[in-house]
């Protein structure tokens, strides 16, 4: 493939498309195939719809100016992605991580847009097709960017690194999670820690916390220097919102949900600080903001004060939220799905959990959890649509309720009905 070429055609375009139902005119089209679909088949529709140009593969029958043949559109598209990297002249910070990753991700962007035209990547697109399209999307006036990259098996982070090629980079921490994919705790380690390997070989810099033994661990072994950020000196609570307060007696108040979510805001502060945002300007950036997407957010509905934390759960995750539970005052009731992706150790992280229920109200959702709770008294349901229909005949009034779960279970459903 001519990528340079290709890149031609890019910078003339309106930027690049892979789903024909939301093609703009100006556009350029990447046909990708995956398991249940094929873009191919539909690239003259996308050139119809007005896409400029399209990239396809090898085995498209039909033949057209407007047509960039190669024998592999993703690896088209991270080739392109990776070349318009190389074209900017500006520090990117790569985030990985366990849990966190989205949120510490709008933190970051949130502090340094107090000083900078932030790009960062939108939502979750954090995968193999997520990450060059961020690239890709981080325009001339952009004066520093960060881009999420997400991993559930070994070798993932590789071609992400690939493309995204950070100058910067955090790791927010490691934990138990798509062990399915990675095998073992020591997968994720390696896997997570292929950030540490590109910014040792490229001279990047690290931020890290301090206070994290796994993470100093990697460091240490790579022979890796950072830019530390923790809790030393900081008085941490939740009730339910995250606060903070320094022995010097500046605090700051946010509106997060949960102490875990303290790592994070430090993280944001240090790397604003590396950059040279004001003190204040930081702090006020970081108290404005406010979660959303079913991370760390409070709802207050019209009965119970709701901690939604819903988009996805592991073992570490799940353990911090019942803690942060725990804190609360007042009748507290856990909504807890199924911890999907968990391999060989599926029954024991589900049945620590139901442990760490013990005289706790909770509601639980799913195969692996209503196995692991048979005897425990805790009701438990097959689908989150079973637990709101549930709730809506026995109503909760006046408590503190925890929705957590895999994004498998949909555990968002059950809030209408709290």
Known sequence: MNTKALYDIFLHSAGVNTDTRSIQPGQLFVALKGENFDGNAFALQALEAGACHAVVSDSVPFDDERLTKVPDTLAALQELAAW????????????TGTNGKTTTKELIKTVLGAKYRVAATEGNLNNDIGVPLTVLKIGADAEIAIVEMGASHPEDLKPLLAVAQPTHGLITNV????????????????????????????????????????????????????????????????????????????????????????????????????????EEA????????????????????GSNTVIVDAYNANPSSMAVALDNLALCTGRKVALLGDMRELGADSGAEHKKIVGRLKGMEAFLVGEEFTREAAGSGIPCFATSDDLAAYLKEHPLKDCIVLVKGSRGTRMEKVIPSL
């Open 84 to 95: 318009h990297r190389r074209q900017l002249e500006i520090p990117v910070i790569g985030l």
């Open 175 to 278: 934990g138990k999670a798509h062990l399915l994919g990675f095998g073992s705790f020591e997968g994720v380690k390696h896997a997570k820690g292929l950030l540490y390997d590109w910014l040792k070989a490229h001279e990047g810099v690290a931020f890290a916390n301090a206070d994290d033994e796994n993470l100093q661990e990697m460091l240490w072994e790579r022979e890796l220097g950072c830019i530390p950020y923790g809790l030393d000196g900081i008085q941490v609570s939740s009730t339910p919102f995250l606060r903070l307060e320094w022995a010097d007696g500046r605090a700051l108040d946010t509106r997060l949900v949960g102490a875990y979510n303290a790592c994070n805001v430090l993280a944001a502060l240090k790397i604003g600080w590396f950059f040279g945002v004001p």
């Open 282 to 301: 930081a702090l006020e950036a970081v108290a404005a903001y406010t979660p959303s997407n079913n991370r760390s957010q409070l709802v207050q509905t």
